[in-house]
């Protein structure tokens, strides 16, 4: 069975600062995708990014980026520019495609609670 | 474009009641999924349904639990009877699997309280 692994519990930055947020899964398939997903305050789950696994180049979305190792199994969710909007819990998530035309579910890690100061 | 529709957004119901959570997915998505998010268990799928046919359906929690896609805007997932153990965030999600589009698109929540 595939697991997701979030080992931070709590992160916290500094507005305008780089944070770094780990992620690692387990898996035995070669063709999967993995998610970050963010929840602020209002429980909504919103997607921050997303990775194919067969794409060598990480995924960037403005100031959201990750570094994808997949020998490693390793995913981690880059936040530059830190702002106090980032504020909320950050799921990180896998899953692994049946096929076309169908769709599978989402494995998610435990979540990471990021705080912004100022 | 109308993102994933839940309701009610909040219930609050006594032990023993009937509880009915309901959810339209994205025009044109073929996958429902529904989650369940606790503190204990953090977020885990209940059931999903492609093409309106259930797939998956061992996260189910027990026979109280029953979920139904009858046509592809609207699905229903119905506690009978509740438990305050089934106080959660229940999210319904959904994609368009079609080319492995694997994005799940969520919608915001029915918060449920099991008095």
């Known amino acids: 069975a595939q697991t997701v692994t979030q080992s931070q519990p709590e992160m916290s930055v500094q507005e305008a600062e780089t944070v770094t947020l780990s992620c690692t899964y387990d898996?035995?398939?070669?063709?999967?995708?993995l998610f970050w997903y963010k929840q602020p305050p209002s429980r909504q789950m919103i997607l921050v990014i997303r990775?194919?696994?067969?794409?060598?180049q990480n995924a960037t979305e403005n100031r959201f980026s990750v570094n994808f190792q997949k020998a490693a199994k390793s995913f981690s969710l880059k936040i530059s520019d830190s702002q106090l909007g980032d504020a909320a819990m950050y799921f990180c998530?896998?899953?692994?495609?049946?096929?076309?035309?169908?769709?599978?579910?989402?494995?998610f890690g435990t979540g990471t609670r990021l705080q912004v100061t100022l | 474009d109308a993102g994933v529709i839940q309701s009610p957004r909040h219930e609050v119901t006594e032990m023993g009641q009937e509880v009915t959570l309901r959810c339209k997915p994205i025009?044109?998505?073929?996958?429902l999924f529904w989650y369940r998010q606790t503190m204990m268990r953090g977020l885990e799928l209940l059931i999903y349904?492609?093409?309106?046919?259930?797939?998956?359906d061992s996260g189910m929690p027990e026979d109280r639990f029953s979920a139904k896609m009858p046509n592809a805007s609207f699905s229903t997932l119905k506690i009978q009877p509740s438990e305050p153990r089934d106080s959660a965030v229940y999210f319904c999600?959904?994609?368009?699997?079609?080319?492995?589009?694997?994005?799940?698109?969520f919608g915001p929540g029915t918060r449920l309280l099991v008095l």
């Open positions: 349904f492609n093409n309106n046919v259930p797939i998956d």
């Open positions: 898996t035995s398939e070669s063709d999967y995708y």
């Open positions: 999600a959904s994609t368009r699997g079609l080319n492995n589009q694997e994005t799940q698109y």
């Open positions: 998530a896998y899953s692994h495609p049946r096929g076309v035309g169908t769709a599978s579910k989402l494995t």
């Open positions: 025009s044109g998505h073929n996958s």
């Open positions: 990775q194919e696994a067969y794409k060598q």
